[in-house]
């Protein structure tokens, strides 16, 4: 457990990790995530599950095709239907993500590479799966892929507030489906004595751009410091 971790060194730590070391949690990581599972919970207004030693999951050819390999620990991520569920699991659950960092795990977000195995989550009335996140001791810590430019993604330029930039260059580095950063930011000015940022999803064929939107919004929001702004 590295307690001295800040969250930017998390978000530059962080890469995707498929293949997992055959070794459960500790009980102290354990009581930390749950803990943290049930604030976010509360927040985000989901249903965010923790599922521990159970191998079923991402056993299988779709588990092989997406190379997962000894995953025994994940995060359902569940909620009740709605427009911005997708965001709000990318927001909350990209939280729990880079906690795990901190707490010297590894994680990946996972779309379709897994099955839903009976008995090992709760679905309550109107609630569904938007993902599942696997959680555990990686391999390797991961590797880092090609990003694109600060100017690919934003507005920023050398009259826009320095923040701004920090904010776009962490949000490059947030987990997005197949890599495909299909997001942006634009600064707008002040109004009302607030420094305003709109952030927007493109289009893709591929899908989870709004989950995509919500993590990139967190790295955001830790890149450029939360009180500098509020989103337009």
Known sequence: M???????EAIEARHSVRAYKDQPLTEEVVKVL???????????QLHIQLILN?????QGTIAKYGKFRHVGNYLVMVGKKAEDLDERVGYYGEQL???????????????LSYKKVPGTY???EGEKIACYIAIGYGETQGTSHKIKTVEQVSNASDSTPAWFKKGVEAALLA????NQQKFSFEYLGMNEGHH??????G???????QMDLGIAKYHFEIGAGKDNFVWG
């Open 2 to 8: 590295n307690i001295t971790m800040t969250l930017l």
């Open 203 to 209: 289009f893709s064929l591929i899908g989870y751009t």
């Open 175 to 178: 987990p997005t489906a197949v």
């Open 97 to 111: 993500v880079l906690l795990a960092q901190t707490l010297g795990l590894n994680t990946c977000w996972v779309g």
């Open 196 to 201: 305003q940022v709109l952030a927007k999803r």
């Open 54 to 58: 159970e191998p079923k999951a991402f």
């Open 122 to 124: 709760v679905l309550d």
């Open 34 to 44: 749950e803990e943290r599972i049930r604030a976010l919970n509360r927040e985000g």
